[in-house]
């Protein structure tokens, strides 16, 4: 039989060239934002990281608080380039790979660092002037330096993005196929750990807000293993009384109602006093649809529509998430 199609391409052969162009493409953009990045590395270890070494601006320990493993990251992307600019995407990047632990230094020292930062510029004059002089050179573009220190933490979830692709779009049969695999596994293990160290920076500072608010008390909140969830405002109905809004913090292991303190307080206006604590071990979660059916339960109603709905139960009291006593 006469070949109708004699220019139609293999599917497979089709598949390939695909997998080839999309290869293609994502090696340039790694590339070309690795070139971007190590400028911007460059620009900060030279005009804000040595300089300040030089003239003492900050003290050996305030400089390492404030910038951490900042120029040996700039030294492993100086070394990462050249393999890049010479198409040797593996061996570059598992050589890269030992380096990765420098960017989980720098995720648990974040906070420190704007900390630092923050406390540097509010008491040092020199400090102050020193880092408006360098933001305002051309080279930065008009960013400030609060803003470049988050920067390799930016890149590291550009690497997992772009060397997982890198990878997924190389042939098995390529001689950099394995190095690649085991590139994008160990970046994207590295990002999973930075990403739960910021999680874990995060709760503690919402923690610690939570404390503040309930200034006053000796509880202490920062307790290990203690996640915070979310706050509200809920309508408690009692037993007896009158229902009242209370404010509820939820965290893993308890759930606390607070009572607002008078605004007219002298020194704690705008702080919230803990009127009960309930373990969540002990509280019990229902749903509620329309009627509950209990000798307890009442009708719920949303302003637009009857929805599900949740309520805690302990000592008598019933809480609905919406924000209705039940």
Same mark, same amino acid.
């Given at each position: 039989?006469? !070949?109708?199609?004699?220019? %139609?391409? #293999?599917?497979?052969?089709e598949?390939?060239?695909? @997998?080839? =162009?999309k290869r293609? #493409?994502?090696?340039?953009?790694?590339?070309?934002?690795?070139r971007?990045?190590?400028?911007q590395?460059? /620009?900060?270890?030279?005009?804000f990281?040595?300089?300040?070494?030089?003239?003492g601006t900050?003290?050996?320990?305030?400089?390492?608080?404030?910038?951490?493993?900042?120029?040996?990251?700039?030294?492993?992307?100086?070394?990462?380039?050249?393999?890049?600019?010479? &198409?040797h995407?593996?061996?570059?990047?598992?050589?890269?790979?030992?380096?990765l632990?420098?960017?989980?230094?720098? %995720?648990a !020292? %974040?906070?420190?660092?704007?900390?630092?930062? *923050?406390?540097?510029l509010?008491k040092s004059?020199?400090f102050?002037?020193?880092?408006?002089? $360098?933001e305002?050179?051309?080279?930065?573009?008009?960013l400030?330096?609060?803003?470049?220190?988050?920067?390799?933490?930016? =890149?590291?979830?550009?690497?997992? !993005?772009?060397?997982?692709?890198?990878?997924?779009?190389?042939?098995? !049969?390529?001689?950099?196929?394995?190095?690649?695999?085991?590139?994008a596994?160990?970046?994207?293990?590295?990002? *999973?750990t930075?990403?739960?160290?910021?999680?874990?920076?995060?709760?503690g500072?919402?923690l $610690?807000?939570?404390q503040a608010?309930l200034?006053?008390?000796?509880?202490?909140?920062?307790?290990?293993? =203690? @996640?915070?969830?979310?706050? &509200? @405002? /809920?309508?408690?109905?009692?037993?007896?009384?009158e229902?009242r809004?209370?404010m509820?913090?939820?965290?893993?292991?308890?759930?606390?109602m607070?009572?607002?303190?008078?605004?007219f307080?002298?020194?704690?206006?705008?702080?919230?006093? #803990?009127?009960?604590l309930?373990?969540?071990?002990?509280?019990?979660?229902h749903?509620?649809?329309g009627h509950?059916?209990?000798?307890?339960g009442?009708? /719920?109603?949303?302003?637009?529509?009857?929805?599900?709905?949740?309520?805690?139960?302990?000592?008598?009291?019933?809480?609905?998430?919406?924000?209705?006593?039940?």
């Amino acid at each position: 039989m006469e !070949n109708l199609c004699p220019r %139609a391409r #293999c599917p497979v052969q089709e598949q390939r060239a695909r @997998w080839e =162009r999309k290869r293609a #493409c994502t090696a340039r953009e790694l590339l070309e934002t690795e070139r971007r990045y190590q400028e911007q590395l460059g /620009l900060v270890a030279t005009y804000f990281v040595r300089i300040l070494r030089a003239k003492g601006t900050l003290r050996p320990p305030e400089l390492q608080a404030l910038f951490g493993p900042w120029e040996l990251i700039y030294g492993a992307s100086q070394e990462l380039l050249p393999y890049l600019e010479g &198409g040797h995407w593996g061996q570059g990047l598992e050589a890269f790979c030992p380096h990765l632990e420098l960017y989980t230094q720098l %995720a648990a !020292n %974040a906070e420190t660092s704007w900390t630092t930062l *923050q406390g540097q510029l509010k008491k040092s004059k020199r400090f102050r002037r020193f880092v408006r002089l $360098q933001e305002g050179r051309l080279e930065f573009g008009g960013l400030q330096l609060q803003d470049l220190l988050p920067l390799p933490l930016q =890149r590291l979830q550009q690497y997992e !993005n772009l060397v997982v692709a890198l990878a997924e779009n190389t042939s098995p !049969n390529s001689p950099d196929h394995q190095q690649l695999t085991r590139a994008a596994r160990l970046i994207s293990e590295t990002t *999973q750990t930075v990403h739960a160290i910021r999680q874990k920076q995060k709760n503690g500072q919402h923690l $610690q807000r939570v404390q503040a608010l309930l200034g006053g008390r000796h509880t202490k909140w920062l307790t290990s293993g =203690r @996640w915070f969830l979310r706050q &509200g @405002w /809920l309508l408690v109905v009692p037993p007896r009384g009158e229902p009242r809004h209370r404010m509820f913090f939820l965290f893993s292991d308890v759930l606390l109602m607070a009572k607002p303190r008078s605004p007219f307080h002298l020194l704690q206006s705008g702080t919230f006093a #803990c009127r009960a604590l309930y373990p969540m071990a002990q509280c019990q979660l229902h749903r509620v649809f329309g009627h509950s059916g209990g000798h307890c339960g009442g009708l /719920l109603s949303q302003p637009e529509e009857l929805e599900e709905s949740y309520k805690f139960q302990n000592s008598g009291y019933f809480l609905d998430r919406s924000g209705l006593g039940v």
